[in-house]
T-cell receptor, first 114, second 111 residues
Framework: DGGITQSPKYLFRKEGQNVTLSCEQNLNHDAMYWYRQDPGQGLRLIYYSQIVNDFQKGDIAEGYSVSREKKESFPLTVTSAQKNPTAFYLC?????????????FGDGTRLSIL | QQPVQSPQAVILREGEDAVINCSSSKALYSVHWYRQKHGEAPVFLMILLKGGEQKGHEKISASFNEKKQQSSLYLTASQLSYSGTYFCGTEKIHNTDKLIFGTGTRLQVFP
């Protein structure tokens, strides 16, 4: 079954620590996205990538970093510079080879501060 | 630039209808609708393109009014399974592949 796998489901971060959230897709999609969702809020774009080895900042990139070394994988690192990292993080992908395609989402990672 | 959704919350009895609106101050190319259950991934419902087409899928349909830059999602004869938060995602330019999401409308359906 094709889809997007995010891991872990829950993650705890200590002060001053960097943590990495995993996102893997087997849909053969070129574009991948990371969103942050706070309680009662919409989805805000952190980073996105449309091709391997290239990515762009979204609206709230400060304190985050990404890499795109493989088409299937788009890990997100929450650095110690992100002072308020507690949120629900969603990864998505879409097929940009065809027009007007939906975004497919993973099940999310819930990050909390210890 | 974030689209505005209204209402913020809706409470329904099973079988009742609801309309959720998504408005933008900027010209739009497309509007995507998603439903998210608490703690889960958003699930795609439908895409509306510039041109004012209406789409439907069982008892959920949507329209796009290009003049008003507004999309409306219609839920007819609601079922318990319709409960969740509905988000619109808007795309201003064709093929940017980047969506800006509204803050969501929380819908609760009771028996």
């Amino acid at each position: 079954d094709g889809g997007i796998t995010q891991s872990p489901k829950y993650l705890f971060r200590k002060e001053g620590q960097n943590v990495t959230l995993s996102c893997e897709q087997n849909l053969n999609h070129d574009a991948m996205y990371w969103y942050r969702q706070d309680p009662g809020q919409g989805l805000r774009l952190i980073y996105y990538s449309q091709i391997v080895n290239d990515f762009q900042k979204g609206d709230i990139a400060e304190g985050y970093s990404v890499s795109r070394e493989k088409k299937e994988s788009f890990p997100l690192t929450v650095t110690s510079a992100q002072k308020n990292p507690t949120a629900f993080y969603l990864c998505a992908s879409t097929d940009i080879q065809r027009s007007n395609q939906p975004q497919h989402f993973g099940d999310g990672t819930r990050l909390s501060i210890l | 630039q974030q689209p505005v959704q209204s209402p913020q919350a809706v409470i329904l009895r099973e079988g009742e209808d609801a309309v959720i609106n998504c408005s933008s101050s900027k010209a739009l190319y497309s509007v995507h609708w998603y439903r998210q259950k608490h703690g889960e991934a958003p699930v795609f419902l439908m895409i509306l393109l510039k041109g004012g087409e209406q789409k439907g899928h069982e008892k959920i349909s949507a329209s796009f009014n290009e003049k008003k830059q507004q999309s409306s999602l219609y839920l007819t004869a609601s079922q318990l399974s319709y409960s969740g938060t509905y988000f619109c995602g808007t795309e201003k330019i064709h093929n940017t592949d980047k969506l800006i999401f509204g803050t969501g409308t929380r819908l609760q359906v009771f028996p």
